[in-house]
């Protein structure tokens, strides 16, 4: 599995030395980023700066969340690996530590993720996980898009591996993700339906609305061939990959009606690293179109990030931190109160295709933000190590 992602790299060395490099800092942060006391991991380390630089990283919160989806990365190192990351457990045996404490869960994403852990990891309380969602999914209630696609992604691994039939449950689960897209357009929209999302932007969605949907529809096909979903899940990567920036970056906020950027930036470490190449190895594994040109470009703009890049070609700050066991969260404006998204947000809601090309001057993307999070690493190692099941 490793093999043929990382080979999706061997005519480029340098590439595909970097997305070892990446690994190796994943499976060297995660553990700091681990608490023992309470079993869980943070919600945060942020960079803490002086004059000479980042000193050290402070940690905060925690995450369920970030949890489960360091869980579904790790499972894909070999055991005596997996246990330096959960203090002692396999990742098999730490979803099963969520499968506990779901019953204080309350949020749809957090226990839909904590389902997907336990199918991949092959947990037996596979079935009580599964109930826990079935209970926070109340049929006909609006969701966010990307909760419901970790809701589909999570029953698609559980199938087969429980004696409960959850074909029912997973036509359902498809059919809203697909009947959530407005008209034509091939990108998804924030949320399911409308309830959740103010009118004034309920045009705009992410990055993240898009890949996790492809994903889910992409697997879904896998497991059983559904041509409908291989198709929106082959559209939707489509669009997002003729909108990428010329430096490979995946742009973060987009008008789901029309299939237009709305707002570029902040460009996240986690879409070029881990989130997009995750999505597009599974659409292409599944059967959809091979997206490896732009997997490359955005991971290529982890060294080269144009937007902070001097005169002499380097990054004024390198967003990959070895020594810390970090990558740098994002690029970003650094606009007081994200003031460029929500003057765009407004503007296209009325003209999809204004850019108010001044405010790219006057709120350049030089700022840094200096913190990274759990998940971003546990997808990491998700996206590279993964693949089809044998």
């Given at each position: 599995?490793?093999?043929?992602?990382?080979?999706?790299?061997?005519?480029?060395?340098?590439?595909?030395?970097?997305?070892?490099?990446?690994?190796?800092?994943?499976?060297?942060?995660?553990?700091?980023?681990?608490?023992?006391?309470?079993?869980?991991?943070?919600?945060?380390?942020?960079?803490?700066?002086?004059?000479?630089?980042v000193r050290g990283l402070a940690s905060r919160g925690t995450s369920t969340r970030?949890?489960?989806?360091?869980?579904?990365?790790?499972?894909?190192?070999?055991?005596?690996?997996?246990?330096?990351?959960?203090?002692?457990?396999?990742?098999?045996?730490?979803?099963?530590?969520?499968?506990?404490?779901?019953?204080?869960?309350?949020?749809?994403?957090?226990?839909?993720?904590?389902?997907?852990?336990?199918?991949?990891?092959?947990?037996?309380?596979?079935?009580?996980?599964?109930?826990?969602?079935?209970?926070?999914?109340?049929?006909?209630?609006?969701?966010?898009?990307?909760?419901?696609?970790?809701?589909?992604?999570?029953?698609?691994?559980?199938?087969?591996?429980?004696?409960?039939?959850?074909?029912?449950?997973?036509?359902?689960?498809?059919?809203?993700?697909?009947?959530?897209?407005?008209?034509?357009?091939?990108?998804?929209?924030?949320?399911?339906?409308?309830?959740?999302?103010?009118?004034?932007?309920?045009?705009?969605?992410?990055?993240?609305?898009?890949?996790?949907?492809?994903?889910?529809?992409?697997?879904?096909?896998?497991?059983?061939?559904?041509?409908?979903?291989?198709?929106?899940?082959?559209?939707?990567?489509?669009?997002?990959?003729?909108?990428?920036?010329?430096?490979?970056?995946?742009?973060?906020?987009?008008?789901?009606?029309?299939?237009?950027?709305?707002?570029?930036?902040?460009?996240?470490?986690?879409?070029?690293?881990?989130?997009?190449?995750?999505?597009?190895?599974?659409?292409?594994?599944?059967?959809?179109?091979?997206?490896?040109?732009?997997?490359?470009?955005?991971?290529?703009?982890?060294?080269?990030?144009?937007?902070?890049?001097?005169?002499?070609?380097?990054?004024?700050?390198?967003?990959?931190?070895?020594?810390?066991?970090?990558?740098?969260?994002?690029?970003?404006?650094?606009?007081?109160?994200?003031?460029?998204?929500?003057?765009?947000?407004?503007?296209?809601?009325?003209?999809?295709?204004?850019?108010?090309?001044?405010?790219?001057?006057?709120?350049?993307?030089?700022?840094?933000?200096?913190?990274?999070?759990?998940?971003?690493?546990?997808?990491?190692?998700?996206?590279?190590?993964?693949?089809?099941?044998?």
């Amino acid at each position: 599995m490793t093999a043929s992602r990382l080979a999706s790299l061997a005519h480029d060395e340098p590439l595909q030395a970097l997305a070892r490099r990446l690994l190796e800092l994943a499976e060297a942060g995660l553990p700091a980023m681990y608490l023992p006391e309470e079993e869980t991991f943070l919600f945060t380390r942020v960079g803490t700066v002086s004059p000479e630089g980042v000193r050290g990283l402070a940690s905060r919160g925690t995450s369920t969340r970030y949890a489960a989806i360091t869980a579904l990365g790790a499972r894909f190192l070999p055991q005596e690996r997996q246990r330096t990351l959960f203090g002692g457990r396999t990742a098999e045996e730490f979803a099963g530590l969520l499968v506990q404490r779901l019953p204080g869960v309350s949020d749809l994403g957090d226990a839909a993720l904590i389902a997907w852990a336990a199918a991949e990891t092959g947990h037996a309380k596979l079935s009580d996980a599964l109930d826990r969602v079935a209970a926070l999914d109340a049929p006909g209630t609006p969701r966010y898009t990307v909760e419901a696609a970790w809701v589909l992604s999570a029953l698609v691994a559980a199938r087969g591996a429980v004696d409960v039939d959850v074909e029912e449950r997973i036509t359902a689960a498809r059919d809203r993700l697909l009947a959530a897209r407005a008209g034509d357009s091939p990108l998804f929209p924030h949320a399911t339906a409308p309830g959740l999302v103010p009118g004034y932007r309920s045009h705009v969605a992410c990055f993240a609305d898009q890949t996790y949907p492809l994903q889910a529809l992409a697997r879904l096909h896998a497991s059983r061939d559904d041509p409908r979903a291989l198709a929106a899940a082959d559209a939707c990567a489509a669009r997002i990959c003729a909108l990428q920036g010329d430096g490979g970056q995946w742009w973060w906020h987009y008008d789901a009606r029309h299939g237009t950027v709305v707002e570029g930036y902040p460009v996240y470490s986690v879409h070029q690293h881990a989130m997009a190449p995750s999505a597009l190895f599974d659409l292409a594994e599944a059967g959809g179109t091979d997206f490896g040109p732009q997997i490359r470009r955005g991971l290529r703009w982890m060294t080269e990030v144009p937007e902070i890049t001097g005169p002499g070609g380097a990054p004024r700050e390198p967003v990959i931190r070895d020594e810390l066991g970090v990558t740098w969260r994002k690029v970003h404006r650094g606009d007081p109160k994200k003031a460029v998204r929500a003057v765009r947000g407004l503007t296209t809601r009325v003209a999809p295709h204004a850019r108010l090309a001044p405010l790219d001057r006057l709120l350049p993307p030089l700022a840094v933000d200096r913190e990274c999070r759990p998940y971003e690493l546990g997808w990491l190692l998700f996206a590279w190590l993964g693949g089809p099941r044998g």
